[in-house]
């Protein structure tokens, strides 16, 4: 019998050793089957006892068999982006007086002389204790969008192309967004035209909610009177801005997360690639015209890794973003930002 358990060791290695009482079990199987064979020839009565055997063996070895690990059902987009939430909302408050972002900007589009250009930029804005805010943006290139449009630059003579450090030497840095209203939340479709805002305060954004729907109810309450966006845009203005570039905990970061991904026309897609090439999860918004806006999320963190703007634009692929502001870092700090040397407007308050 000991030879027939090796021989089914040689041949399903998986299976785990028998133990005495499965020994045992199987000879007293085998008797019984010994003493039920008809009267044969010796020779061929050792091989059918040697058949029965194995074949006892294979029987009784077969219910120590584990079973088939089941495939886990693959994930929906939405379970990804609940997932991510959830270890966003885990992670600790920041510890610092500054609070800083640091983002690559790029922007796809036709060059003065009708090739496709992608232009790309650092941009920083940071927010301190005391109502103080820092801004500036820097050019780093602007370059021909692919092989086809290379070659036609080439073609062109190669001109400069601008955007780029050394096109403009008196405006190297400069704000991109007026600082005193880097808090402003606007209620109108064009922000500068009337008082349909919320401008909270640093501290109050770092009080909001960490629950989806009470940090619904809470920015549904700030709708600001005389506002001309419905109040689902509006939702949809303030939830993204308080993932993107403003003052916010991990916990309302991931409750606007959420929040978003309740509102009519958002939809939640897997496997988005940021510019960067960075995989994502993404909450896609509606915008203006045939124009989609992704927040592309770390799966991971749950941290946001780009915003990103999609559109049929010609010369583009479908699905390649013709802008984006791509996160490279955000944080508290102690530091205090110094704005570079020259740069007008680079400091003030909101």
């Known amino acids: 019998m000991k030879s027939e358990f090796e021989f089914i060791d040689r041949v399903m290695p998986d299976v785990p050793p028998p ?11 085998l008797a019984e089957a010994a003493r039920a064979t008809p009267p044969a020839a010796p020779g061929r009565r050792v091989m059918v006892l040697a058949a029965a055997a194995v074949v006892l063996v294979i029987g009784a070895i077969a219910a120590l068999m584990p079973p088939a690990a089941r495939q886990p059902a693959a994930a929906t987009p939405s379970q990804v982006l609940a997932a991510a939430a959830g270890r966003l909302a885990a992670q600790p408050p920041g510890a610092g007086r500054y609070w800083r972002m640091e983002t690559e900007e ?3 589009t036709k060059g003065v002389d009708g090739y496709l250009v992608e232009e790309r930029g650092l941009d920083v804005l940071a927010f301190g204790p005391d109502g103080d805010v820092y801004g500036w943006y820097e050019a780093v290139s602007t370059t021909p969008y692919g092989a086809k449009n290379t070659e036609t630059w080439r073609r062109a003579g190669s001109p400069r192309l601008c955007p780029a450090p050394g096109c403009d030497e008196n405006l190297r840095h400069y704000p991109r967004q007026a600082l005193d209203e880097a808090l402003t939340f606007h209620a109108v479709r064009r922000p500068g035209g009337g008082g349909a805002r919320w401008a909270p305060t640093r501290a109050e954004l770092l009080a909001l909610p960490q629950e989806a729907a009470a940090l619904k109810a809470e920015l549904s309450k700030r709708y600001p009177a005389g506002g001309s ?7 949809l203005e303030t939830g993204s801005r308080l993932v993107l570039n403003v003052p916010a905990t991990p916990g309302t970061r991931a409750a606007a997360y959420r929040m978003l991904a309740t509102l009519p026309g958002v ?11 960075r995989a994502g999860v993404a909450l896609q918004l509606p915008a203006s015209g045939a124009d989609l806006v992704q927040l592309v999320i770390d799966r991971q963190s749950g941290d946001l890794l780009a915003v990103q703007h999609v559109a049929p634009v010609p010369g583009l692929p479908p699905g390649v973003p013709w802008s984006a502001s791509i996160i490279k870092r955000a944080g508290w700090g102690d530091a205090r930002p110094v704005p570079p040397p020259g740069c007008a407007g680079c400091a003030g308050t909101y």
């Open 267 to 277: 939809s939640v897609i897997d496997d988005v690639r940021d510019p960067a090439g």
């Open 19 to 29: 133990t005495p009482a499965q020994l045992a079990a199987a000879r007293a199987r």
């Open 106 to 108: 790029l922007l796809r």
């Open 229 to 235: 966006v419905s109040r689902a845009d509006w939702l």
